[in-house]
């Protein structure tokens, strides 16, 4: 019985250690490792050997005749390069002395985020309550664990905001690898005094042994604009001041060194208000559309064809001064138009006019009236008080 379990046990430690993965050694020596998409890393396996055989070691996981696996006495080296999601998954490192087996595990993980934020509207205007949208663009992991929106006032996030959602969306994509859009709204107070420069958008993306982030300006204008002219110059749909970008990397999706396409508002005057067109210079298969007007947006008359959308301001409906914003399909870019609207009068000279005229006509009958039932009624009496003849 004693000679069994002394027979068994050596046994049994040999797969304890096995299980624990005993001298074999992995660098990076973090079970995740993180790596952006198009970048670059390499992982070695080592196992020291005291057997009069060499160490044999070899990565699992990944298919070898790619070229990516270099192998040798007692170590093995697997290199990455411009990687993409597909990369991502779990390295096994399995070695062997004498009749020793063991194994160690990495998982990697391919993620994306580059400097390209966008914030909507583009500015904010002191004392009102408004909504603003905070949106990063082709980024993955997406999930609120790996990455968060917030809003800056300086170094802290601003107190007294209201959480209104959060939005992820697939963006198009010419290669196989599948990115987000992700999307944070807040309602704001009134901003206090005094009032700030500006406030930012941050997103930040925490992943193990990783953290980065990027930011937007979001400027404050202190006072409304001014009603003459009754119409704001529009603002760019991106702002670059207080922001500093990544240089793009090689071949990385929705990372050129070319401008996005941006949708633009255009402002002309009609008859009695304001037509705006939002349009977008982007070639075939892109559509705006209008996501925003002070009060509601139901209230006013659309009319969207493909890159073009149209919005009709008329000033005797008395709408309220504020934010006019269209969206670009794909992409989710904005560009946005702060519109004071002409003194307001619910009825047109004309309409006024017309009214007087119909008043005083009415008036005037109504005097003639009076006036022929008084001499009829004078006329009456008058013939009722003749004598009859003699």
């Known amino acids: 019985m004693e000679r069994g379990l002394f027979l068994v046990l050596p046994l049994f430690l ?14 990076p020596r973090e079970r995740v490792v993180v790596v952006a998409v198009g970048g670059s890393v390499q992982l070695t396996c080592r196992l020291d ?39 991502a998954g779990t390295r096994v490192c399995v070695g062997s002395c004498g ?29 009102l309550d408004q909504e603003v ?42 290669g196989e690898d599948v990115l987000f859009r992700v999307t944070e709204r807040w309602l704001l107070p009134p901003l ?47 702002l670059d001041q207080g922001s500093t970008h990544s240089p793009p990397s090689p071949g990385k999706p929705g990372n050129s060194s070319t401008e996005p396409c941006l949708p633009e508002i255009h402002r002309s005057p009609v008859p009695g208000g304001l037509e705006l067109l939002c349009e977008a210079a982007c070639g075939p298969g892109v559509a705006v559309r209008w996501t925003q007007a002070p009060g509601d947006l139901a209230a006013y008359a659309r009319r969207e064809a493909g ?3 149209w919005l009709s301001v008329l000033w005797a409906a008395c709408n ?3 934010w006019f914003q269209c969206r670009l399909d794909p992409g989710g870019q904005m560009a946005s138009l702060y519109v004071v609207p002409e003194i307001c009068f619910p009825l047109t ?42």
């Open 14 to 27: 040999g797969l304890l250690q096995q299980g624990r993965g005993g001298p074999l050694e992995v660098e």
């Open 49 to 87: 050997c005291a057997s009069p055989r060499a160490a044999s070691v070899q990565w699992r996981g990944l298919d070898t005749s790619l070229g990516a696996v270099q192998s040798g006495a007692g170590s093995s080296v697997l290199s990455v390069h411009n990687a993409s999601l597909s990369t």
């Open 99 to 127: 009749n020793l087996t063991f194994q160690q595990t990495v998982k990697l993980l391919v993620f994306a985020f580059p400097d390209q934020l966008t914030v909507s509207p583009v500015a904010l205007v002191a004392g």
């Open 133 to 174: 949208a905070c949106t990063a663009h082709n980024v993955t992991p997406a999930d609120p664990d790996a990455l968060s929106l917030s809003l800056l006032l300086g170094d802290r996030e601003l107190e007294g905001v209201q959480a209104l959602g959060r939005d992820e969306e697939e963006e198009p994509q010419e």
């Open 192 to 238: 206090g005094t005094p009032v700030p420069s500006a406030l930012h958008c941050q997103a930040t993306m925490r992943l193990p042994g990783l953290q980065l982030s990027h930011r937007q300006p979001i400027p404050v204008l202190h006072n409304r604009p001014s009603p003459e002219p009754p119409v704001m110059t529009s603002l760019e749909a991106t």
């Open 307 to 309: 890159a073009q959308a």
């Open 320 to 322: 309220p001064e504020g």
């Open 349 to 390: 000279s004309e309409a006024l006019w017309t009214g007087s005229l119909v008043l005083g006509l009415l008036f005037l009958v109504f005097l003639t009236y009076r006036l022929w039932k008084c001499c009829w009624a004078r006329q009456q009496l008058g013939s009722s008080a003749l004598p009859g003849p003699n």
